[in-house]
């Protein structure tokens, strides 16, 4: 999980503001997550992608916004439209037939 | 979708004795099922995982138990020690192991006494 890396570790927003989580790996993997973990809950999937240029919803997807246009990048956009969006987020990969997600070190939002 | 349950929220222990977190999940074609541990602030870390054709694994003093009939999997940890405190979550997929995503318990909060 090393080689999965999320950027910037701590990152505040404004209410209304739109802002981009990065997500980067070096580990060829095909497909790639994006959870949220909230105080005291597990991790909840907002979307994810399998190949490139093609992406997928997650449970909570609403509020949020992904692109895939290359293998090693999955960018995660938080829009205004998403109500509460204060959160550690996580980014994870794997190898398509393979089973273990690897998680990068996540980013905390904050909305003041 | 998948939804899945998992007790206790706390566990205390005192060191050296065993530990058991259990999960429950609701869709019959999971085939996957990984555990992961949490420090505080960290990200999560892949401990052990099972698929839906085995029923036991075990890795050193860590051992996950499988009952597809009852739909329920097990995490144990043997002769527990400090750095064995975090949080633990399981979870389960559908895809042939985690392609597309995984669901995940609430997490337990595992305390080790000294």
């Known amino acids: 999980d090393g080689g999965i890396t999320q950027s910037p570790k701590y990152l505040f927003r404004k209410e209304g503001q739109n802002v981009t989580l990065s997500c980067e790996q070096n580990?060829?993997?095909?497909?790639m997550y994006w959870y949220r973990q909230d105080p005291g809950q597990g991790l909840r999937l907002i979307y994810y992608?399998?190949?490139?240029?093609?992406?997928q919803k997650g449970d909570i997807a609403e509020g949020y916004s992904v692109s895939r246009e290359k293998k090693e990048s999955f960018p995660l956009t938080v829009t205004s439209a998403q109500k509460n969006p204060t959160a550690f987020y996580l980014c994870?990969?794997?190898?398509?037939?393979?089973?273990?997600?690897?998680f990068g070190p996540g980013t905390r939002l904050t909305v003041l | 979708g998948e939804n899945v349950e998992q007790h206790p929220s706390t566990l205390s222990v005192q060191e050296g004795d065993s530990a058991v977190i259990k999960c429950t999940y609701s869709?019959?074609?999971?085939?996957?099922f990984p555990w992961y541990k949490q420090e505080l602030g960290k990200r999560p870390q892949l401990i052990i995982d099972?698929?839906?054709?085995?029923g036991e694994k075990k890795d050193q003093r860590i051992a996950v138990t499988l009952n597809k009939t009852a739909k329920h999997f097990s995490l144990h940890i043997t002769e527990t020690q400090p750095e064995d405190s975090a949080v633990y979550f399981c979870?389960?997929?559908?895809?042939?192991?985690?392609?597309?995503?995984?669901?995940f318990g609430k997490g337990t909060h595992l305390i080790i006494q000294p």
């Open positions: 994870a990969s794997t190898v398509r037939a393979s089973d273990t997600q690897y």
């Open positions: 580990l060829n993997h095909d497909a």
């Open positions: 992608s399998q190949i490139v240029n093609d992406f």
């Open positions: 869709d019959s074609a999971s085939n996957y």
């Open positions: 099972i698929r839906s054709n085995v």
């Open positions: 979870a389960a997929s559908n895809s042939g192991g985690g392609a597309d995503g995984l669901t």
